[in-house]
Nanobody, 124 residues
Framework: QVQLVESGGDLVQAGGSLRLSCAAS????????MGWFRQAPGKEREFVAA????????TYAESVKGRFTISRDNAKNTAYLQMNSLKPEDTAVYYC?????????????????WGQGTQVTVSS
């Protein structure tokens, strides 16, 4: 089992920045790829960013590329999502997730453990 707790969500003006954190406990977090997803009201959960177990490889959704940065600190069992130049369309509940398979994936169904989510609201 892996338990995940997100934090850092807030209300921010367009153009602002936030850093989300995902604290993990339980099985060896450092062994697994992890991802960030988001879900806006009335929409399906969508991929945002993912990182491999060591942090050496990352991938991003086109909509956030160049604005968001995913990272991890395995010594702290924590992953981060730095979000810059935020837009109103970034408003959503943001979830972190861990995949116990070996490779980075972008589909929610490929992830095995999820946090409870943190709300990000970007005002125009």
């Amino acid at each position: 089992q892996v338990q995940l707790v997100e934090s850092g969500g807030d209300l921010v003006q367009a153009g602002g920045s936030l850093r989300l954190s995902c604290a993990a406990s339980g099985r060896s977090f450092s062994m697994y790829p992890m991802g960030w997803f988001r879900q806006a009201p009335g929409k399906e959960r969508e991929f945002v960013a993912a990182i491999n177990w060591s942090g050496s490889a990352t991938t991003y959704a086109e909509s956030v590329k160049g604005r968001f940065t995913i990272s991890r600190d395995n010594a702290k069992n924590t992953a981060y999502l730095q979000m810059n130049s935020l837009k109103p369309e970034d408003t959503a509940v943001y979830y972190c997730a861990v995949r116990t398979g070996g490779s980075v994936r972008t589909t929610p169904n490929d992830y095995d453990y999820w946090g409870q989510g943190t709300q990000v609201t970007v005002s125009s």
